[in-house]
């Protein structure tokens, strides 16, 4: 079984976080192993098994159980990380040198996507499909 | 290594304020920069005033980079923040009342070694000049104790604050901005955040500046009472948990649980959070209650200042290790 966590939190400009992930429905597709989805109420659902607004404690109890995770950067990759479970990390503009942790397998396009100002809210900064790897190649490293 | 005078002004265009730029611009050390922050609540163009005039005319010629920028009204502690964060090494400090003799800046500077975070000399106003030959310095002894900057100062010495004017090392420790308008203690908490980070902070013999302590306008021309008591407030907080490394996390639940990673170094730590289930901590309501400006603690605007390129983690190191 493998966690898929597909979304940053939500802007409050109501754009779209230019963390997310736009391939999520083409990599599932591509994936022959079950998948559990975490994240919260709202939350466009990915996969039959959509688990809501899980405590701490069962996030954790959830990745010890898991072969492995792909998410993108946000909380989830941190309690992974403090989990001492690696995964794949799908990033676009924020900066895995400073965001990330090398026990994981970060994957990024390029860093010519990095956004200039790593510190700022991401209200500003637009989503690029084009920022992120494509499902084939997060394929190999799963 | 460059240094920045900054002068904060109120009330005072055609008092004293003139005579702190004559004294500044006949330093034997002149300084790279001088900034005054016009903190009137109508701020004049002077460029035309006749005395005016003629010192930006010195200025000029002596090759003295100047600006003249009008402030916010947010207190003189955001002024000085502003100075701390313009990109100089050094920053000289001046009251908009306090003359400074010639030799001040060259001789402030002759002690700016690498550990060394502020210094400060006399700031004498006549006639009262206390017996300050057994003051320490010490924080502690700031109620029982007069200002040893209120006499001559035989040699040097460390201590835990200056006042007034001095010279400080520029971006490592920001001036408490959750302070009132009046910013009272404003200098007292900003050099002894200097000494928390590791700095020294010295008096020096033979700096001579002159507290005209001109009643008319001034920075702190305000004086109600409650501003006075919450700013006292904040300052005794901060003095009372000296020996505690209050860490503040106003950031996400990832940055909570990566903060965790280095919590176990940290001395004594006072923890205040917005996630008590990764992190345990009290809140942050509290800690803005007690400390008032969390921003000196705010690990994404610590990163911006720093223009950081390392991880997470060795940012929060940075910050309270």
């Keep these: 079984m493998i966690i898929i966590q597909p979304f940053a939190k939500k802007l409050i400009n109501g754009k779209q976080n230019p963390k997310n992930y736009p391939y999520w429905k083409e990599l599932i597709a591509l994936i022959d192993e079950p998948i559990i989805q975490i994240g919260i109420e709202g939350e466009e659902q990915l996969t039959p098994d959509f688990r809501k607004n899980l405590p701490i404690a069962e996030l954790r109890s959830l990745i010890q159980e898991c072969r492995t995770w792909v998410g993108i950067d946000s909380f989830f990759q941190h309690l992974a990380w403090a989990e001492n479970k690696p995964g794949i990390v799908l990033w676009s503009v924020s900066d895995p040198l400073i965001f990330g942790h090398t026990e994981n397998i970060n994957l990024l396009e390029n860093r010519v996507y990095l956004a200039k100002n790593q510190f700022l809210w991401w209200d500003f900064t637009p989503h690029n499909p084009d920022a992120f790897v494509k499902p084939d190649k997060v394929l190999e490293f799963l | ?321």
């Design chain 2, 1 to 321: 290594m460059q240094i920045l005078c900054s002068v904060a002004t109120r009330g005072r265009y055609t008092t004293t304020l003139p005579l702190v730029l004559s004294a500044i611009i006949n330093q034997t050390r002149l300084p790279d920069k001088l900034v005054i922050f016009d903190d009137n609540d109508e701020p004049q163009d002077m460029r035309e005033n006749p005395i005016y005039k003629h010192l930006f005319s010195i200025m000029d010629s002596k090759n003295l980079k100047w600006e003249w920028l009008f402030a916010r009204k947010k207190g003189q502690h955001h002024i000085h923040q502003m100075a701390n964060t313009m990109g100089f090494d050094w920053v000289w400090r001046c009251d908009d009342d306090a003359i400074p003799e010639s030799n001040v800046l060259e001789n402030l500077y002759r002690y700016t070694t690498p550990k060394i975070g502020a210094i400060g000399g006399s700031i004498l106003t006549p006639p009262y000049m206390p017996d300050t030959l057994k003051v320490t310095g010490n924080i502690e002894q700031i109620d029982l104790e007069p200002n040893i900057q209120w006499n001559y100062i035989p040699r040097c010495k460390e201590v835990d604050h200056l006042h007034c004017s001095f010279l400080y090392r520029a971006g490592i420790h920001d001036y408490n901005l959750g302070l009132s308008r009046i910013a009272h203690r404003e200098e007292t908490l900003f050099t002894y955040g200097l000494k928390k980070k590791g700095y020294k902070i010295l008096v020096v013999p033979e700096s001579v500046t002159w507290h005209m302590k001109n009643p008319e306008g001034g920075i702190r021309s305000e004086t109600k009472r409650e501003m006075y008591e919450h700013d006292e407030q904040i300052f005794r907080n901060i003095v009372g948990n000296s020996d505690r490394t209050i860490v503040v996390l106003n950031c996400g639940l990832g940055d909570h649980i990566v903060f965790n990673s280095i919590l176990d170094s940290i001395p004594n730590p006072m923890v205040f959070g917005c996630y008590p289930e990764i992190t345990p901590c009290r809140s942050i309501a509290e800690a803005q209650a007690l400390f008032g400006d969390l921003d000196q603690w705010n690990i994404y605007k610590k990163m911006s200042q720093w223009d950081w390129k390392g991880s997470l983690a060795d940012a929060f190191k940075k910050l309270y290790l």
